[in-house]
């Protein structure tokens, strides 16, 4: 059965400073993954997703993540926080056992400290 | 495109009644549609999935009864939180596929206190 592990529940950065937070994740078979943001009593917004094309993607207000199958990792980096990048960041896959649905990682809170 | 509303955005409601909630694919016919539960600082729990014009299939430990879901179009599905009570009281979140597409789309979900 798939997983995704998010280590690091909490991360800060300061401003400017490069942001990376990390995913792993356990499939049988190539995965789909995605990372999505969440900021207070709002829905999911997509940031980017993996599906077996390009290994670095690049999504939107400047992330990008890179599958590393030897790594089974798809980490999300931006080279510098803004203020507004202070959110949950949420990790997932599609499950390909049984039904289709995503699994989600436990989550990242990200705060950037000015 | 692939917008995903929800109504009410927050209720309150008290103990013993009912509430429904509603989700809307609004720019798409949504083939399947989801419905998460999340708690404080927790992740998403999927509760259920839904296709149109049949019943919804629920994840173990969800109370069919409890949370019921219909869909009954292809760009609406709604939860209803019968008899609730306190501990009912989290934000609830619904999302939908389009099409052959993997990715799902989210609403901004529906905060549901029961006092």
């Known amino acids: 059965a798939q997983s995704v592990t998010q280590l690091g529940s909490h991360v800060s950065v300061s401003e400017g400073a490069l942001v990376l937070l990390r995913c792993n994740y356990s499939s049988s078979v190539p995965p789909y993954l995605f990372w999505y943001v969440q900021y207070p009593n709002q829905g999911l917004q997509l940031l980017l997703k993996y599906t077996s094309a390009a290994t670095l993607v690049k999504g939107i207000n400047g992330f990008e993540a890179e599958f590393k199958k030897s790594e089974t990792s798809f980490h999300l980096t931006k080279p510098s926080a803004h203020m507004s990048d202070a959110a949950e960041y949420f990790c997932a896959v599609i499950s390909t056992s049984g039904t289709y649905k995503y699994i989600f990682g436990t989550g990242t809170r990200l705060k950037v400290l000015a | 495109g692939a917008v995903v509303s929800q109504h009410p955005s927050w209720v309150i409601c008290k103990s013993g009644t009912s509430v429904k909630i509603e989700c809307r694919s609004l720019?798409?016919?949504?083939?399947?549609m989801f419905w998460y539960r999340q708690f404080p600082k927790q992740s998403l729990m999927l509760m259920a999935t839904?296709?149109?014009?049949?019943?919804?299939?629920?994840e173990q430990g969800v109370e069919k009864d409890k949370f019921l879901i219909n869909h009954a179009s292809l760009t609406l599905s709604t939860l209803t939180v019968t008899s609730a009570h306190p501990e009912d009281s989290s934000f609830y979140i619904c999302?939908?596929?389009?099409?052959?597409?993997?990715?799902?789309?989210f609403g901004p979900g529906t905060r549901l206190t029961v006092t």
């Open positions: 839904s296709n149109e014009g049949s019943k919804a299939t629920y």
């Open positions: 720019d798409f016919q949504a083939t399947t």
């Open positions: 999302s939908a596929t389009a099409g052959v597409s993997y990715e799902q789309y």
